[in-house]
T-cell receptor, first 113, second 114 residues
Framework: DVKVTQSSRYLVKRTGEKVFLECVQDMDHENMFWYRQDPGLGLRLIYFSYDVKMKEKGDIPEGYSVSREKKERFSLILESASTNQTSMYLC????????????FGPGTRLTVL | DQQVKQNSPSLSVQEGRISILNCDYTNSMFDYFLWYKKYPAEGPTFLIS?????DKNEDGRFTVFLNKSAKHLSLHIVPSQPGDSAVYFCAASRKGAAGNKLTFGGGTRVLVKP
């Protein structure tokens, strides 16, 4: 059974803080993704990675960076959190083929005050 | 500009009746479409997909229809059950996209009343 875990379910941070969101998958998937979910906007892709140390910008990368030092772990970094980054953050992973299913973690609800 | 749109933010249906969820897309390069279902406090889970070479795909109570000329797809749930109450996201994959990058719609919240 595929398992994607995220380090926190709820997080509250202050404006300007550096924030780390961690994601771990146990299925040896090549691809990993970070999305944010906002009402009416659905899921929007922030960054994705198709291999260790490889990353590509998604649709809304501004204000975010990522790190993938190990195949199973993909981190999302908010260098200086802002209130407009308050959102639900979802991590996903999949095998490398374009039609492979993405499996999602439970999400992290981040509030930036 | 949203390339995948779900114009109905919510839908309420009686148990046992049909639920019809709609999705429109603008990018003609999309050739693979998926529906994901999301319960509160959980991540989305894959429900059903369809390739652009087909116009219908069925899996139990769930059927997805694709109309390429109209750039429109729909998900039918028959019969609807209370456990189907969730948010449903339509997603699309583009030919030539790196990895398996998906573009999602805004979601439709379905409430099935007992």
């Amino acid at each position: 059974d595929v398992k994607v875990t995220q380090s926190s379910r709820y997080l509250v941070k202050r404006t300007g803080e550096k924030v780390f969101l961690e994601c771990v998958q146990d299925m040896d998937h090549e691809n990993m993704f970070w999305y944010r979910q906002d009402p009416g906007l659905g899921l929007r892709l922030i960054y994705f990675s198709y291999d260790v140390k490889m990353k590509e910008k998604g649709d809304i990368p501004e204000g975010y960076s990522v790190s993938r030092e190990k195949k199973e772990r993909f981190s999302l970094i908010l260098e200086s959190a802002s209130t407009n980054q308050t959102s639900m953050y979802l991590c996903a992973s999949s095998f490398g083929h374009r039609l492979d299913t993405q499996y999602f973690g439970p999400g992290t609800r981040l509030t930036v005050l | 500009d949203q390339q995948v749109k779900q114009n109905s933010p919510s839908l309420s249906v009686q148990e046992g009746r049909i639920s019809i969820l709609n999705c429109d897309y603008t990018n003609s390069m999309f050739d693979y479409f998926l529906w994901y279902k999301k319960y509160p406090a959980e991540g989305p889970t894959f429900l059903i997909s369809i390739s652009s070479i087909k116009d219908k795909n069925e899996d139990g109570r769930f059927t997805v229809f694709l109309n390429k000329s109209a750039k429109h797809l729909s998900l039918h749930i028959v019969p609807s059950q209370p456990g189907d109450s969730a948010v449903y996201f339509c997603a699309a994959s583009r030919k030539g996209a790196a990895g398996n990058k998906l573009t999602f719609g805004g979601g439709t919240r379905v409430l099935v009343k007992p």
